[in-house]
């Protein structure tokens, strides 16, 4: 199955009374194992903003998201998501998630890349506090915590402007997030991930570039820039930055290599917000497993407004126990 070429846009969805769900391109079947090729498709628009709109505030029964590209595969399959470009979505719903990729697989095995995308200009406006793969506004979320014996690639996508519009809630954006399961494999390179934003005040508030929330990940050769948005302001506010994170979803008999990544978190904290408790990190473990995190640059410049608190670390440990951690250029302020 190939699905090339496509201009999915100009679409509005969102009532008061039943939930919407809006989807630019939806791969699902039933027991047939398929080979599926989706390429070169816009999702959106490269600059019209709002091209893919969820625009009820709320409704009073079922769900609402947007996801950009979903994979609701049934049965193991191969899937192929590459080089296309999802822009310019907005969900004005306080509790649907958006995502710009969604693969949620089968129960057991398939193959799944997701490769040479652009994801940029997604504005979420959910309230949620959830995180990782279930936060308010994803750039890409791989696999499903039941999928057995996954392979998964995420490489070479450019994931910017992901913007959070809620003015309250503890909300989470996150742009890559792997959770398979411990017999899952999971390939996470050359990604370009950075200006994310957030207009709350709420200082738990999250913006963190890569999670491992579950499974077996080689992360390498991957930039992330956080703390600035696209013209180089600091960003308002003083949510919770991450570069990249083991979480504490992910089991101990995962194995996970962090390898010849670049982070840099810079901006100031602005003291309006009340930042006195936050914390940022370019690398954060919250997890046990068997973790090589090596040549690694984790440089975090993020500095304080007058009398503000906040600490800013280059990287900090929750858990140490099964950590190899060498040859890294750290930083923290």
């Known amino acids: 199955v190939n699905v090339s070429n496509n201009i999915v846009s100009g679409i509005t969805a969102g009532g008061t009374t039943y939930g919407s769900e809006l989807y630019g391109i939806d791969v699902t079947n039933g027991a047939a194992t398929l080979t599926v ?27 609402s998201r947007i996801l950009g590209f979903y994979n609701n595969l049934s049965t193991p399959s191969i899937v192929n998501f590459n080089n296309n470009t999802i822009a310019n979505l907005l969900s004005n719903h306080t509790t649907a998630t958006v995502k710009g990729v969604l693969v949620s697989g089968p129960s057991t095995g398939g ?12 504005v979420s406006s959910s309230t949620s506090s959830a995180t990782g793969g279930g ?74 570039g890569i999670d491992i929330s579950d499974g077996n990940a080689s992360v390498v050769n991957n930039m992330i820039r956080f703390g600035i948005d696209s013209t ?22 995962n194995t996970n290599n962090v390898l010849f990544n670049t982070v840099y ?17 370019a690398f954060y473990r919250n997890g046990t497993g ?40 750290l930083k923290g302020d």
């Open 37 to 63: 090729n989706v390429t070169n498709n816009l999702i959106g628009d490269s600059t019209l903003a709002n091209s893919l709109l969820l625009n009820s505030a709320s409704n009073t029964g079922g769900s």
């Open 111 to 122: 193959t799944y890349t997701v490769n040479n995308n652009l994801i940029y200009n997604i």
């Open 135 to 208: 936060a308010g506004l994803n750039g890409i979320v791989m696999g499903n915590y039941t999928s057995t014996g996954a392979i998964t690639t995420t490489t070479g996508n450019r994931i910017h402007s992901l913007v959070s519009k809620a003015t309250s809630g503890a909300v989470s954006i996150v742009g890559i997030v792997i959770r398979t399961t411990t017999t899952g494999t999971n390939i996470v390179n050359s990604n370009f991930i950075h200006s994310f934003n957030t207009a709350t005040q709420n200082d738990t508030a999250l913006i963190s």
């Open 232 to 253: 180089g302001t600091s960003i308002a506010g003083a949510p919770t930055l991450r570069g990249i994170a083991k979480t504490g979803l992910a089991v101990t008999t």
């Open 265 to 281: 978190i810079g901006g100031e904290v602005n003291n309006t917000f009340g930042g006195d408790t936050n914390r940022t990190y």
């Open 290 to 329: 068997t973790d090589t995190v090596v040549n690694n640059i984790f440089y975090n410049a993020r500095t304080n407004n007058t009398a503000v608190l906040a600490k800013h670390f280059g990287v900090a440990l929750t858990a140490n126990t099964g950590l190899k951690m060498d040859y890294n250029l």
